[in-house]
């Protein structure tokens, strides 16, 4: 349950930081998804492996980060219709 729980906020904190730092164009954005999508993977592996729900808390970090994913998703398109 730690394991899992440090890993999203892990994950997290790194999207805040890549968000803190300039962009400088959408390869930048894509990179933080691809990044967030292999803690998606993780957090799945985490969650099969412990084979409970850890309080609900391992379902809403997988919700939060399939959330930033979308997010992340949608802006790297947004950037390059906008270059």
């Known amino acids: ?3 899992a729980i ?3 906020a892990l994950c997290l904190a790194f999207i805040a930081g890549a ?3 300039q962009l400088r164009d959408w ?3 894509d990179a933080v998804h691809r990044q967030v999508q292999e803690a ?3 957090m799945e ?3 099969a492996a412990n ?3 850890m309080d ?3 379902v809403k970090a997988e919700q939060d980060l399939r959330a930033a994913e979308r997010e992340l998703h949608e802006a790297v398109e947004s950037a390059k219709r906008a270059r």
Do not use: S
């Open 19 to 21: 968000f803190a730092a």
């Open 27 to 29: 390869h930048d954005l």
């Open 6 to 8: 440090a890993i999203a």
């Open 56 to 58: 609900g808390h391992g």
């Open 51 to 53: 084979h409970y729900d």
């Open 45 to 47: 592996r985490a969650r």
């Open 40 to 42: 998606i993977h993780e």
């Open 1 to 3: 349950m730690k394991k």
